[in-house]
Each structure stands twice: as structure tokens, then as C-alpha cells.
């Protein structure tokens, strides 16, 4: 997995290159780029799979490349940004069933944000657990010390298609805690989260309710498949940010 085991690739090259060239001094810098290498995930396919065309996935690659060189200094960054897959042993079965039934209660606040995904933010049950030292402290023993900053956003897709399109995330879920509040109705096909190595083939991550990813989303390329007819979820993203790097 290290660039001692295999020869650096020319995608990775170029954009160590192209970093370089910018001089990145600066937060502004610092954006700048991110969303320029962000500009190329328009071309990716919303079903979890690359780009068939070589141009477009060379230039995908070179995106990929850039985004993670451009935090590559974090503690346990790997090719696919995952840091940890489980059920934190914090997380009673009381909790959780809360947390369902204010997401649930707060179905109809929520606003359409792209793609078929509603979102909305917590109430105090899903604010509990963004607050709690436990999950600031399962983060932070993976990623290191926080800034202050955190968020946490309820994500709803009730309907066949819902999907989110190969992305990386803003700035304040640098560090996304995605946690599996819900999934029904599907059969052997089901949406996934899908996380897009550097160099090699889509990764499916597989949760059940209760179960979260940790995982870098802010530099490395992820997405949901769309959803099946009748399937349904509801997911919980909660954002962190390390300390002592660039943000806004
Ligand atoms: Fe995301």
C-alpha cells in the first residue's frame, strides 16, 4: 500500500507536481486547489463504478491523487480514507431508538438537498451524541486532537434513485462519523457507500443500523449508490476537523 511497494504512478507524479508548482502557502491556496481537482468528479458514473473512458479516468486519477496529497500529513491516512468500521459500544440500543424516532419526527423539516437526499439537522437526541465526549473521543483516537468545530446532519432518502453522486466532502466533515441510523426494504441489491481508492477498484463499505464509518471525507472520493424501489434510510453525518492544518 506505501509508494515503497509499488512504482509511484504517473498519476501520482503529476499531481506531486502540480502541488508543488502551486506553492500552497495559504487556507485560500489551500482551497483553491481542492476545488479545482474537485471540478473532475463531475465525470464519474453515480453507480460506483470508474470511468470507462481512459481520458476521464486519468484525469479522475490525477484528481484523487491531488486531493489526498493535499492532506497527507494526517495520522493513519490510507488509500481509502477508512479509519475505523463498527459499533461504538457507547451507543446503547435506548439511544439509538431515540435517535430513530427524532429523525423520524423531524422527517418533515427536512429540505431536499441534492440527488434525492433530504437533509436536516439534529434534534437534542442526535445533538447528544455529537456533543458526548465518547464519540469526540473515538475520533480523536484515530485522528488525533479536534478543533472545536463539529456539525451533525440527518439524511433521509425515501425514494428508488436517491443517490449522491461521487464527491468529497466541505470542510467541516473533514473527519465524517457516518452512522447507519436505519435501512429497510431492500433485497439483495441495496444502495452502498462507496469509497474510491487511489489506485485501485471501488470499495463497498457495508453497514448495518447502529454501525458507523470513520472515515477522511474531505480527500478521499466517495459516494451512495441510488436507491432500490421501496428501500429506505436513514443516515447521520457527523463532522470534525483535525487540528493544526488548513480550514475555513
Ligand atoms: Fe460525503
Redesign the pocket.
Known amino acids: 500500500m506505501g509508494d515503497m511497494a509499488h512504482p509511484v504512478s504517473r498519476e501520482r507524479a503529476l499531481a506531486a507536481k502540480l502541488i508543488e508548482s502551486l506553492g500552497i502557502a495559504t487556507a485560500g491556496d489551500h482551497f483553491a486547489a481542492k476545488e479545482f481537482f474537485e471540478l473532475t468528479l463531475a465525470a464519474m458514473p453515480a453507480d460506483g463504478s470508474l470511468p470507462t473512458d481512459s481520458a476521464q479516468l486519468t484525469g479522475i486519477r490525477v484528481a484523487q491523487e491531488g486531493l489526498h496529497q493535499l492532506r497527507k500529513h494526517r495520522r493513519g491516512l490510507t488509500e481509502d480514507g477508512v479509519l475505523w468500521i463498527g459499533r461504538p459500544d457507547f451507543l446503547s440500543d435506548d439511544w439509538l431508538q431515540d435517535i430513530r424516532e427524532e429523525l423520524e419526527s423531524r422527517r418533515p423539516l427536512a429540505f431536499e438537498h441534492r440527488m434525492g437526499q433530504f437533509l436536516c439537522a439534529g434534534g437534542e437526541a442526535v445533538t447528544r451524541l455529537l456533543e458526548s465526549k465518547e464519540l469526540r473521543g473515538l475520533v480523536e483516537s484515530f485522528v488525533g486532537p479536534l478543533t472545536s468545530k463539529r456539525q451533525a446532519s440527518c439524511l433521509y432518502y425515501d425514494r428508488e434513485g436517491a443517490c449522491?453522486r461521487p464527491?468529497?466532502?466541505t470542510d467541516l466533515?473533514c473527519v465524517?462519523a457516518n452512522l447507519i441510523v436505519e435501512h429497510t426494504g431492500y433485497t439483495e441489491r441495496r444502495s452502498q457507500l462507496i469509497v474510491y481508492p487511489q489506485g485501485g477498484q471501488p470499495r463497498p463499505v457495508v453497514l448495518s443500523p447502529g454501525e458507523l464509518v470513520l472515515f477522511y471525507?474531505d480527500c478521499v472520493v466517495?459516494a451512495r449508490t441510488p436507491l432500490m424501489a421501496c428501500e429506505r434510510m436513514r443516515v447521520i453525518?457527523f463532522g470534525f476537523q483535525p487540528e493544526n492544518e488548513f480550514h475555513k
Open positions: 449522491i464527491h468529497v466532502d466533515f465524517n471525507a466517495h453525518s
